[in-house]
């Protein structure tokens, strides 16, 4: 029995470098894809590894093509389709995996590590994050050390130790040298606006925070996700805490478990456009930076007063895009934080007092004693609120699990839980009273990032509020949440949250205090990343490069001018590269720095018209120079010193070395011959 | 410096040879392609692999990631990737990178190549070659090969001259003209290949392969001659003689030594001293070759069975000898035979 390291040390090594960069880039793959499809994949990887290893057999051309029929069962069925973008991606995964059991041979082997580099480009689609960067950065570097081991080979007929750093490092200078022109070609290579063409439309992609519908008491838990759902800087005053509502998907319908949107359903041009709204004051300005969430929601603070590109806003004020949000999305917009709908506004005739039949009896009991005891609707309202001030409900994130009827199960018996709850029973108790009312999902808040100017809208921040429609009034924001005593919210970070305008009295620990400030810090760098090279787009180039250029007096740039000048800045930076790389050097002189002083020293003498002979001495030389250049007889006797002694001397001195330098660097580049010697 | 085409020299044979057969305007030579595809020609010293002289061409692999940095530039542009972008635009600034990395790798080299010792025809001659790269820390990964030859891979460090054979099969018998040697690498990523070509004077002297069939010469002659057996074994005792330098010291007479001042060599004579003659004429019934090649079993054999020997050929006669130093004039008389006077020879 061989022992692993016998086995490592039979093995081909660019094999080993090849299957460590796909396993890199394939990482984010694996935990993404159907469960089957990764199972397969690591199968398939660690089967070519076994072989390497000589433990295991490559498989027989029939099995092969077997497997290859798997695989593409395995995906049909998983997927129903074979194209668009996961099926592709799961496609390309296992093909891959196939084409290392036949792969042979130094042509093959390119093309696999072909495969790779376009796998890692695959990943770019799904995130684009820093560290999603770094990570396929280093995939690549691993692919390249597989293909530099591959061509360096080790079939030598002499036994030359050949080192696996050797490989990678050589792999790393070509990478770090190419990083220069990629900086250059990502500037200024000009980004064309738009898909070339239609893209298939993916429905599998999976969705991330804020969903279309509600259950209320299905989930017992709510998640604790601190990612970013989008950063908002404001072009002037931002407005209170208290009157940031980022307005989501409105959910108009309830069928006694979830609460969701007969509209959402339809296609993008179906959604009717008929809304109107009036605004009371000037609108505010800001732009919104949205993480990709595979949804068609842009967010916005009530109520909107513009559109961005390719979107239309729906009767509910929900402003829906076109396609689903698949990138980093950027757009500026303007809202009312104060508004008023026109008091001429019909009542709506949309089902906003639809209920479920045999759902909540207890709750409607009581909507009905409320009115009556209320009298008016407006009243009704603050009656409602004021039940769950008084009443004994809690703000928690652990409600316990609502197993009979939601609505009743949670007025009378749990009366624990989170802003779904309340705005759910809030509708309920509104419409089982008459009074037209929907939930509205979205964000409330954000946490400004006290080192730069800028919101930061998190999936934590998601919240649930309602609206109510009253005569003369319109559509009026209520947040049940909000009426909650601080006193009876459990969380500490809820209280900073949810009570309105902030709480004073919260102490939150330095440990977390620290932990919040390197988020801040995380989060600019994250920012910068997304502007500057996520969100690089033909506008943005265009500014950027404009503001460059009108620094250097240019006034307009074109695409023309922006392709001439990467190519040119492009050939410039080669040809050094080629004067670097190929110039003719000594290697003895670049290894030998003394040498290197005194051969410089010589070409100045040389310049001023002293030739050193060939096999002339130090001594001789210096004595010959002190003759022609009286003047400059102490450096040249101190330069000859210091060269004969590092170079004869038993024990050179390392600190001579740094005085020739010195010294070889002040001697004068050209010595002028004084007008006597010259005649 | 002789371009083919002007001075078709005996060194250029093969290389005219190819040439010859080409219509016109294919000769490529006369282009000024020549030196492209056929390099410079036989150069008398070193050669010092400048940038005249290294060529460079993307592989088909290095052509398949062209291919490959196509389809990422128009998948960035599609999905409006900017990860995607960097991507690509690293791995083509990669590419031009490796074109550099590739042309230093042969640039600077400097060659010799050697004189190979003499083989029997259908063997591998083994053309000494030694690289030296006194301006770049490595050359990885080259390949030298004669066009048709199997290659041999190299890896010359730094300051450290690489002395290695590339092997030459023979199919003809005589002395050749040792073609141009190309150089070529396709390191670091297999992008691109870089070659030169090296030809030097250098010649390789192939005997006549052995006939397997050695069938005896048909007659050995014993001569006794009237002073006796004077042919020399290692058998009877036959006389002394003064001591020469070279002769071996088992036969050194010792006794005369301890006796005298003088050195004497105890002479012997062998019991049954054949002598031979290997004749053109004994074989009239094969053609030329097969009778070169006879030939050179027979010296080969009368050589291991320590016979003395000569040789005669139409207009060349070898007198009865022995010694490796006279079978190798028998071999090369025969590696010759009916060659072009004017072969020049090493």
């Not at chain 1, 999305?329 to 303007?334: I, P, T």
């Not at chain 1, 003719?584 to 002189?589: A, G, P």
């Not at chain 2, 690498?185 to 052995?210: I, T």
Request: with cysteine; aromatic share 10%; glycine share 6%.
């Amino acid at each position: 029995m061989k022992t692993l390291r016998q086995r490592l040390h039979n093995t081909t090594t660019a094999n080993l470098w090849l299957l460590a960069g796909l396993l890199v880039a394939l990482l984010p793959h694996l935990l993404r894809i159907p469960l089957i499809i990764s199972a397969a994949a690591s199968v398939l990887l660690g089967w070519r590894l076994g072989y390497e290893l000589h433990y295991l057999r490559l498989p027989p051309r029939l099995w092969r093509w077997l497997l290859a029929l798997l695989a593409a069962i395995i995906i049909y069925s998983s997927f129903h389709s074979l194209v668009g973008r996961q099926a592709g991606v799961a496609l390309l995964v296992l093909m891959l995996g196939l084409k290392l059991l036949e792969m042979n041979g130094p042509r093959d082997f390119s093309v696999t590590c072909y495969l790779g580099f376009f796998l890692i480009s695959t990943v770019f689609l799904f995130t684009q994050s820093i560290l999603t960067g770094l990570f396929m950065l280093l995939a690549t570097t691993l692919l390249l050390t597989a293909l530099v081991a591959q061509y360096r080979g080790t079939e030598y007929h002499d036994t030359q130790h050949i080192s696996e750093s050797m490989n990678l490092r050589k792999a790393a200078l070509i990478v770090a040298q190419a990083l220069p022109l990629t900086v250059l070609l990502f500037v200024l290579f000009p980004r064309i606006p738009g898909p070339l063409w239609q893209l298939p439309n993916d429905r599998s992609g999976a969705k991330t925070g804020i969903s279309d519908s509600m259950s209320p008491g299905m989930i017992s838990q709510l998640s604790n996700d601190n990612s970013v759902a989008f950063r908002v800087r404001f072009a002037s005053e931002p407005p209170p805490p208290a009157q940031l509502y980022w307005r989501g998907p409105v959910l108009t319908v309830f069928d006694g478990r979830t609460w969701f949107n007969p509209d959402h359903k339809k296609p993008w041009s179906k959604v009717s456009t008929r809304s109107r709204y009036q605004a009371l004051n000037a609108a505010i300005s800001y732009t919104v930076t949205l993480e990709p969430h595979q949804q068609r929601w842009l967010f916005a603070l009530d109520l909107p007063a513009m559109l961005p590109a390719d979107s239309i806003l729906s009767p509910d004020y929900e402003i829906i895009a076109r396609h689903n949000v698949e990138q980093l999305r950027r757009y500026d917009m303007q809202s009312y934080p104060y508004y008023a709908l026109a008091q001429t506004e019909a009542p709506p005739e949309r089902p906003y007092l639809q209920l479920p039949t045999g759902v909540g009896p207890q709750a409607r009991v009581l909507a009905r004693a409320m009115l009556a005891q209320a009298g008016s609707k407006a009243a009704m309202v603050k009656r409602v609120l004021q039940y769950f001030r008084q009443q004994p409900f809690y703000y928690t994130r652990q409600p316990p699990l609502l197993l009979g009827d939601p609505i009743d199960e949670f007025l009378f018996n749990s009366r624990r839980g989170y802003c779904e709850h309340y705005a759910a029973s809030f509708v309920f108790l509104m419409r089982a009273a008459g009074i037209p009312a929907r939930v509205v999902t979205g964000y409330r808040g954000g946490e400004m990032n006290p080192l730069s100017d800028y919101f930061i809208v998190r999936q934590s921040d998601a919240h649930a509020w309602t609206e109510v429609w009253l005569a003369g009034k319109g559509w009026l924001r209520v947040d049940p949440t909000t009426v909650i005593p601080v006193s009876r919210i459990e969380n500490q970070l809820d209280r900073l949250r949810i009570a309105p305008d902030g709480i004073s009295n919260v102490s939150l620990s330095w440990a977390h205090q620290a932990w919040r400030q390197l988020g801040f810090n995380w989060d600019l760098v994250n920012r910068a990343w997304n502007q500057w090279i996520i969100n690089y787009n033909n506008r943005r180039q265009q500014d950027f490069l404009q503001k460059i250029m009108a620094r250097f007096g240019f006034a307009d740039i074109d695409w023309q001018t922006m392709i001439l000048t990467m190519l040119l800045s492009l050939f410039a930076i080669l040809a050094g590269y080629a004067w670097w790389l190929l110039r003719r050097s000594e290697m003895k002189h670049r290894k030998d720095p003394v040498q290197r002083y005194y051969t410089n020293y010589c070409h100045k003498l040389d310049r001023s018209g002293l030739a050193r002979q060939v096999a002339e001495g130090a001594w001789d030389f210096a004595q010959r120079a002190q003759q022609r250049f009286p003047e400059h007889s102490k450096a040249i006797v101190e330069i000859a010193g210091l060269y004969n002694r590092l170079r004869y001397a038993p024990w050179p001195r390392k600190e001579d070395v740094h005085r020739l330098q010195k010294a070889v660097r002040c001697f004068p580049n050209r010595i002028k011959y004084p007008q006597a010697l010259q005649e | 410096m002789a371009t083919p085409h002007s001075n078709p020299s005996s060194h250029r044979r093969i290389l005219n040879w190819r040439i010859r057969h080409w219509p016109e305007p294919l000769r490529l030579t006369s282009l000024g392609f020549g030196r492209f595809f056929y390099g410079q020609g036989p150069e008398p010293g070193p050669i010092t692999l400048t940038s005249k002289r290294v060529y460079i061409l993307p592989t088909r692999m290095g052509l398949s990631y062209a291919l490959l940095l196509l389809i990422l530039l128009l998948s960035a542009i599609n999905y409006n990737n900017n990860l995607t972008y960097a991507l690509t635009f690293l791995l083509t600034s990669i590419g031009f990178l490796t074109m550099l990395h590739s042309y230093r790798n042969l640039l600077h080299l400097q060659i010799n190549i050697g004189n190979p010792a003499a083989v029997f025809c259908g063997e591998y001659a083994q053309v000494p070659i030694r690289l030296e790269n006194r301006l770049q820390p490595s050359s990885d990964a080259i390949s030298l090969q004669i066009p048709g030859q199997p290659a041999v891979t190299v890896r010359i460090v730094e300051l450290q001259p690489l002395q290695t054979v590339i092997p030459m099969h023979t199919t003809q018998r005589g002395l050749h003209a040792i073609p141009r040697v190309r150089i070529s690498s396709v390191f670091p990523l297999g992008l691109f290949r870089v070659w030169a070509h090296a030809e030097q004077l250098r010649y390789q002297l192939v005997y006549p392969a052995p006939d397997p069939h050695a069938a005896r010469p048909q007659q050995t002659s014993y001569q006794a001659t009237l002073s006796g057996d004077r042919g020399r074994g290692a058998d009877d005792f036959a006389g002394l003689r003064s001591y020469h330098p070279g002769d071996s010291l088992r036969h050194i007479h010792w006794k005369a030594v301890a006796r005298s001042e003088a050195l004497y060599t105890k002479e012997f004579g062998g019991d049954r001293c054949e002598e031979l003659w290997l004749n053109w004429d004994q074989l009239p019934q094969l053609d030329n070759e097969a009778r070169l090649s006879r030939l050179t079993r027979w010296v080969l054999d009368a050589h291991r069975t320590q016979l003395r020997y000569g040789l005669r050929l139409p207009g060349t006669c070898l007198k009865l000898a022995s010694g490796a130093e006279h079978q190798q004039r028998c071999l090369k008389a025969l590696a010759l035979f009916d060659q072009q006077p004017n072969d020049p020879m090493p």
